[in-house]
């Protein structure tokens, strides 16, 4: 049986100068989907990038060979000196853990800025470029069609997406009440994440018009500007630009505060104590929370922000949980429809339906007909039987052929849909996810460190 | 007739406040509409005892630290009425109407004791000093409301801490800059009034300075409005410093104002009594 892999890098696990690095790189004309071909032991292959994260998500038979090969592949597309070790920073998660956390990636639970709605944006560009390479086929392609729906359940049962999108409001609102009117103030971006993407957005829909962009990487900065509008400057000279700036987004997610409270204050003298309003989206926070002690210095990071929106902290807490449990039991169905690619199930799970239909219409039948005796009625049930034996007969000798192919998913798939028999896996699998909570669940809680 | 409209214009002044206080948990037009309108009804009022105690007693109705305050009070009042109608910062009235009606009590509890003569009143430089002065103290005590809403809003946005008031409350800019407008205008009043306080000094008692002990008061509050005015111009000074400035101004205007009459001996004073002995 083929298994699926994921395996990359996000804000968590990895410095922010590896991922820009990585990020670059993978923006190039040359996308790596292109190699496929090569790659002996990887079967489907889709690639993710974002600011925040590159990821690849493959099926293999061979679980060694495949990561392997795809970390090679990661390295001489990104052109990574083998001196800069990678492991340290890649995370590899395996069949189920890697569905959870393609799920968790899809409904933005796994972002920067929890919520956020363009990831699941980007995962669709990643998928259609899949698709364009043909580098998906059934299992991806029911994993990320899966995901897709994850994410909308996840944002229309809970209030994780309004959450973020609030953020962003809540930023203009407060900025509102420092300057008065936004529309002539200068807006810098630190770093160009997608939460500060969202807040450019918001800020340039409520009428700022002069905004700056300031990246470690110039060539994400050149996109961002093309984009808003903006200027660049070079990010060693963000101290300087702080002088003409109102308001600061900062995203960069560098492990460090970029901005010191002795920074700051020595500016402030030079703005003739204009107000200065920081947004720290980032997660470590980039700007030293000192530095809203300064006079006109008004700091908020993420934490103030969903704070100013009245999402306290249980809420999204509860929020979160209620939609890691969609994620829960959309995973186990996930599973349950990967273990029905194997010949035996499929051909269980044909034969049930079957029995389960001949048993319903014997009932029926039956309580229509109270005068039948015995007889009779042993007659009818060996009758019926052996009709849906015989019937099923060539549809389960064909399986059993075909279960020692590769090729046997595609054919266990249509199966399932010919008989309809996904719908029934997805029943059992809510059930399941209730039972599997009692025994604590060891694969997801792996997971969740 | 006076104390009936002295009345009046005290009750018009109370249900403006109440009115503004109301709009402050309430965002009404209407409502600001109607304190307005009533604190202008009592100024109206006011105004006409003003008047009607001027025509009666053949001089400018400023003898008596009463009066003074009186006066000071309805300048103010006018003031505000005149500032909203140019600035439209409705809120701003939630903050300077309790003002005006700590001021109006306060003078009825104050001392009728004359504190200058009739005659003094022919004097234009007189005339001219208070004028001023009182202008000046009015647009600093628009200044303090301002500070103080300031102080407000700005420990809201600084602690993260919403309320109410948050909401109510206008731009921390707006507030600066309308703090900004009152200051620049007060200011240069508050320089004519000493200079004409001065020239007239100098024609009584032959000498511009005395050592009376408002004469020093008041060039100590000048020097701190004239710190703030420097401040502002020179390095940018604004927000909470500023505010802490404007407040700090206005008590010691307090002081000058009326405690100097009160308490301390000079020539303003009521102890001292006769003056031009």
């Known amino acids: 049986m083929s298994h699926i892999i994921l395996l990359g890098m996000n804000h968590k696990t990895a410095p922010v100068e590896i991922r820009e690095q990585l990020a670059v790189a993978c923006r190039q004309e040359v996308n790596p989907l292109h190699m496929l071909p090569h790659l002996d032991h990887v079967d489907e292959l889709i690639f993710l990038s974002t600011c925040n994260r590159v990821e690849f998500l493959f099926t293999c038979g061979a679980q060694a060979e495949g990561i392997a090969e795809i970390k090679a592949l990661l390295r001489t597309h990104v052109g990574l000196p083998s001196s800069i070790p990678l492991d340290s920073y890649l995370y590899v998660h395996q069949d189920l853990e890697a569905v959870k956390h393609l799920f968790m990636v899809a409904s933005s639970l796994d972002s920067m800025v929890v919520g956020e709605p363009q990831i699941l944006g980007q995962l669709k560009g990643a998928y259609r470029s899949a698709v364009e390479f043909r580098t998906v086929k059934m299992v991806l392609n029911r994993l990320m069609h899966k995901s897709f729906s994850v994410a909308k359940r996840v944002r229309t049962e809970t209030c994780i997406g309004s959450c973020a999108v609030s953020v962003s409001y809540a930023a203009v609102e407060l900025a509102r009440k420092i300057f008065g009117h936004i529309q002539d103030k200068r807006v810098l971006l630190i770093g160009a994440g997608e939460m500060a993407e969202l807040a450019a957005e918001h800020f340039l829909r409520q009428g700022v018009r002069s905004m700056t962009v300031a990246n470690r990487t110039l060539e994400r900065a050149v996109e961002l500007a093309a984009r808003f509008k903006a200027e660049t400057v070079p990010f060693d000279h963000l101290l300087d630009e702080l002088k003409a700036t109102d308001i600061v987004v900062s995203s960069t997610g560098a492990r460090e505060p970029i901005l010191s409270y002795r920074d700051v204050r020595s500016r402030m003298r030079e703005r003739r104590n204009r107000p200065l309003f920081f947004i720290d989206i980032a997660v470590p926070r980039d700007i030293d929370p000192k530095v809203n002690e300064i006079d006109n210095v008004y700091v908020y990071d993420i934490d103030d922000l969903q704070g100013v929106i009245e999402f306290n902290r249980e809420e999204r807490l509860s929020q979160a949980r209620s939609a890691e449990h969609i994620i829960d039991e959309e995973t186990i169905k996930f599973k349950n429809w990967m273990k029905s690619l194997n010949a035996v199930p499929t051909i269980v799970s044909v034969r049930e339906k079957a029995e389960k239909i001949r048993q319903n219409e014997l009932r029926r039948t039956f309580s229509q007909l109270p005068d039948l005796g015995e007889r009779e009625k042993e007659a009818i049930e060996i009758l019926t039987s052996s009709i849906i034996k015989k019937l099923l007969h060539d549809p389960i000798m064909f399986l059993k052929k075909k279960a020692q192919r590769d090729s046997r998913a595609v054919y266990m798939d249509f199966t399932l849909q010919l008989f309809n028999l996904i719908e029934g896996i997805d029943e059992v699998a809510a059930a399941q996810v209730e039972s599997e909570k009692a025994e604590d669940r060891p694969f997801l809680k792996a997971a969740k460190k | ?277």
């Open chain 2, 1 to 277: 007739m006076e104390s009936l409209f002295l009345v009046i214009a005290t009750l018009c002044y109370l249900c403006g406040t109440v009115g503004y206080l109301i709009y402050l948990l309430k965002d009404r037009e209407v409502l600001h509409r109607i304190a307005w309108t009533i604190l202008l009804v009592g100024a109206i009022f006011h105004g006409a005892a003003l008047v009607v105690r001027g025509v009666g007693t053949g001089h400018f109705p400023l003898t008596s630290i009463r009066e003074a305050i009186s006066l000071f009070a309805w300048v103010f009042v006018v003031t505000y009425l005149v500032v909203q109608l140019k600035l439209q910062l409705r809120i701003l009235g939630s903050f300077v109407s309790p003002l005006a009606v700590i001021f109006m009590l306060s003078s009825r509890l104050l001392p009728t004791q004359a504190i200058l003569a009739k005659e003094s009143f022919r004097s234009g430089w007189l005339i001219a000093h208070v004028t001023s002065i009182f202008l000046a103290n009015a647009l600093f005590a628009m200044l303090f409301s301002l500070g103080i809403m300031y102080l407000l809003q700005e420990r809201r946005i600084k602690k993260k801490n919403f309320g109410l008031l948050y909401e109510r409350l206008p731009s921390l800019d707006r507030i600066d800059s309308i703090a900004n407008v009152c200051l620049m205008s007060g200011f240069p009043l508050m320089t004519a009034g000493l200079i004409t306080g001065f020239v007239y000094a100098t024609m009584i008692w032959r000498s511009p300075w005395n050592w009376d002990p408002k004469e020093v008061l008041s060039v100590v509050t000048w020097m701190i409005y004239a710190i703030l005015v420097h401040e502002r111009l020179a390095v940018g000074w604004r927000g909470r410093r500023a505010a802490w400035l404007a407040i700090l101004g206005f008590s010691a205007t307090i002081i000058t104002f009326v405690l100097a009459n009160l308490l301390l001996t000079g020539h303003h004073s009521v102890i001292s009594g006769n003056l031009y002995g």
